[in-house]
T-cell receptor, first 112, second 113 residues
Framework: GQSLEQPSEVTAVEGAIVQINCTYQTSGFYGLSWYQQHDGGAPTFLSYNALDGLEETGRFSSFLSRSDSYGYLLLQELQMKDSASYFCAVRDRGNAGNMLTFGGGTRLMVKP | DSGVTQTPKHLITATGQRVTLRCSPRSGDLSVYWYQQSLDQGLQFLIQYYNGEERAKGNILERFSAQQFPDLHSELNLSSLELGDSALYFC????????????FGPGTRLLVL
């Protein structure tokens, strides 16, 4: 089976940088995705890493180390609107389709 | 707005009943996914359909079933409902069966009393 671990809660101030870590255990591995979910809203796709290294998309970056079964989401120049839950998710080789297994989510609180 | 629509937004029903949740994917998307989100279980994959065929199956109970119709909309049927089935049910879609990004609808909040 698959399991993912991420911190349950992170707090940071506006304008700062925050890193949300995710470690995973899976029998096979295609890649690591990140989703954002605001309270009462739907998950929104942020990024995907299939290979080792850093992927940058505006203020958000995502990193993957396959050898360490570890990834992180980096949020820069934090804004109040970034307060949300962030989920890492893996798709592994065991699936014929596109099944995602999600971590428990990290609740990010951005303070003024 | 992701372009994925789900109806109804809210549903209140009693134990033992059966409900049907409906999802219309984004225009052009052939793949539909169903997820359940609850406080104790988190966000869990239920099932994936691609162009009318079941493609992947997750932790979906036998009391639950789904299908994707020729017009690509999908329905999730939940029967013999239990209190523990109360959750937020999301539908997502993607263009192909293996697209990295999945686009989630607004969800259906189910309350079983």
């Amino acid at each position: 089976g698959q399991s993912l671990e991420q911190p349950s809660e992170v707090t940071a101030v506006e304008g700062a940088i925050v890193q949300i870590n995710c470690t995973y255990q899976t029998s096979g591995f295609y890649g690591l995705s990140w989703y954002q979910q605001h309270d009462g809203g739907a998950p929104t796709f942020l990024s995907y890493n299939a290979l080792d290294g850093l992927e940058e998309t505006g203020r958000f970056s995502s990193f993957l180390s396959r050898s360490d079964s570890y990834g992180y989401l980096l949020l820069q120049e934090l804004q109040m609107k970034d307060s949300a839950s962030y989920f890492c998710a893996v798709r592994d080789r065991g699936n014929a389709g596109n099944m995602l297994t999600f971590g428990g989510g990290t609740r990010l609180m951005v303070k003024p | 707005d992701s372009g994925v629509t789900q109806t109804p937004k809210h549903l209140i029903t009693a134990t033992g009943q059966r409900v049907t949740l409906r999802c219309s994917p984004r225009s052009g998307d052939l793949s539909v996914y169903w997820y359940q989100q609850s406080l104790d279980q988190g966000l869990q994959f239920l099932i994936q359909y691609y162009n009318g065929e079941e493609r992947a199956k997750g932790n979906i109970l036998e009391r639950f079933s789904a299908q994707q119709f020729p017009d690509l909309h999908s329905e999730l049927n939940l029967s013999s409902l239990e209190l523990g089935d109360s959750a937020l049910y999301f539908c997502a879609s993607s263009a192909s069966a293996t697209d990295v990004a999945q686009y989630f609808g607004p969800g259906t909040r189910l309350l079983v009393l």
